[in-house]
């Protein structure tokens, strides 16, 4: 009786070249793993086709193949990110059509990981020593949101891995690094470490719950790129009375954190978000480094009062000079372009001799013929026959406060044009 040495076996897809042709010695387009790790010039990819046993036609084909495809031949992109890649492709069916580009766009995504330890061993500094856990409740709002997204995208991952769905495992540790650690929670706490005595506390939280996530981050990837992490997480400081592992290897998967979710903080973090990104949409392009203030535009309280408790926040990520929350009562600043959030919240960025109103008159018809195409499309599956004695009462429900909202964002934009019409 034969014994299996292993007794789980996953079966991945062939690998292709970027056009899907598979690899093979006649055609002259099998890439070396090597190559990829280390890279090579145009020039020694060519010297190893003439030491093949192709023809001299074929030769010239490949030749040129190369050519095509490798101009400048193959950057390094070391073992980590040719590994992160290779899995990042497991769900494309039977095959994967390897595409260098990708594989090199990790590897520069890996010079974003060293630059997030950079930021923290300068933030943390030489005494920081981390604490055995984490006073969650009593942090500000921006490391609340931070853990939770962290611990779903750990909860994520590992069910990913369990049910050997590797690709979502790539895809939902990349999305927490790259878009909630790096490029909000890293640049919305920079203002806090700019020595100032009010933010001490809120430092001091953004420190902890810094070590926290690069800990846990690092641990959470290190299945995928082991060399990066292992390098990387032998910086990190170490716990308090704590006997950690010699090795990130050896060390304890992460599991989700249920005392770190928080789904109130992660939907005002949705709506800041939105906020930030329609503000930077309004940015001429000639001058988009240029600071200019801001007004955010609340139409209830509670809107306003999320907009206030994140206002340092969205000045920062939309990088505005000043940001001011108005009422409907307060007069619309002059000189502004404007964005519609939602039919709560709107947002101006001052121009003044930058605004281009023809620009900011074309912004606004197409958001209109966006709107008033979903307010038809729904209008008339409402009014569809036997919608009302088909659909359920809460889907109707549904429809009709969906419906109201379109109505209201319709004449929010209208309300903006006439605005605009007056400055002319």
């Given at each position: 009786m034969t014994i299996l040495s292993v007794s789980q076996i996953y079966l991945h897809p062939i690998i292709r070249d970027a056009?899907?042709?598979?690899?093979?010695?006649?055609?002259?387009?099998?890439?070396?793993?090597?190559?990829?790790?280390?890279?090579?010039?145009?020039?020694?990819?060519?010297?190893?086709?003439?030491h093949g046993n192709l023809d001299q036609g074929e030769l010239e084909k490949a030749k040129e193949g190369q050519k095509k495809d490798f101009p400048d031949g193959i950057p390094e992109c070391g073992t980590d990110a040719l590994r992160f890649a290779l899995i990042s492709y497991t769900s494309q069916s039977d095959k994967i059509n390897l595409d260098?580009?990708?594989?090199?766009?990790?590897?520069q995504w890996c010079n974003k990981l060293w630059n997030a330890i950079r930021f923290a061993m300068v933030k943390l500094g030489d005494q920081y020593t981390p604490p055995a856990t984490l006073a969650v409740h009593s942090m500000p709002p921006i490391c609340k949101w931070i853990l939770s997204v962290l611990s779903?995208?750990?909860?994520k991952t590992v069910s990913s891995l369990e049910a050997y769905k590797f690709s979502d495992a790539t895809s939902s540790i990349y999305f927490w690094w790259q878009y909630q650690l790096c490029d909000v929670f890293i640049e919305a706490i920079k203002p806090y470490f700019n020595?100032?005595?009010?933010?001490?506390?809120?430092?001091?939280?953004?420190?902890?719950t810094l070590w926290a996530c690069l800990d846990t981050g690092l641990r959470l990837l290190h299945p995928l790129m082991p060399y990066i992490?292992?390098?990387?997480?032998?910086?990190?400081?170490?716990?308090?009375?704590?006997?950690r592992k010699d090795s990130i290897m050896i060390s304890e998967y992460p599991s989700a954190v249920q005392e770190w979710a928080n789904d109130e903080v992660e939907n005002e973090m949705e709506i800041v978000l939105d906020a930030v990104s329609k503000l930077r949409s309004l940015l001429p392009p000639t001058d988009i480094h240029l600071r200019r203030p801001c007004f955010?535009?609340?139409r209830n309280l509670e809107v306003a009062a999320t907009v206030g408790c994140y206002q340092a926040q969205i000045a920062t990520l939309a990088s505005v000079s000043s940001l001011e929350i108005l009422t409907e009562d307060d007069p619309t600043p002059p000189d502004c372009a404007t964005n519609i959030v939602n039919k709560d919240l709107a947002v101006y960025l001052q121009l003044r001799r930058a605004?281009?109103?023809?620009?900011?008159?074309?912004?606004?018809?197409?958001?209109?013929?966006?709107?008033?195409?979903?307010?038809?499309?729904?209008?008339?599956?409402?009014?569809?026959?036997?919608?009302r004695e088909k659909a359920p009462q809460s889907k109707q429900d549904d429809d009709m406060k969906k419906l109201a909202t379109l109505l209201e964002e319709l004449e929010i934009i209208s309300e903006a044009e006439s605005k605009l019409d007056a400055k002319n």
């Open positions: 056009h899907g042709r598979k690899m093979s010695k006649s055609l002259g387009n099998v890439i070396d793993p090597i190559d990829v790790i280390n890279g090579i010039t145009l020039e020694g990819l060519q010297k190893k086709l003439e260098i580009k990708r594989v090199h766009g990790y590897r779903k995208a750990v909860g020595g100032s005595q009010e933010f001490e506390s809120a430092r001091c939280a953004s420190r902890d992490t292992e390098e990387l997480w032998q910086r990190l400081p170490q716990p308090k009375e704590a006997c955010v535009l609340c605004l281009n109103t023809e620009a900011e008159h074309e912004k606004l018809r197409k958001k209109r013929e966006e709107v008033q195409k979903q307010y038809d499309t729904l209008s008339q599956k409402m009014s569809a026959s036997g919608y």
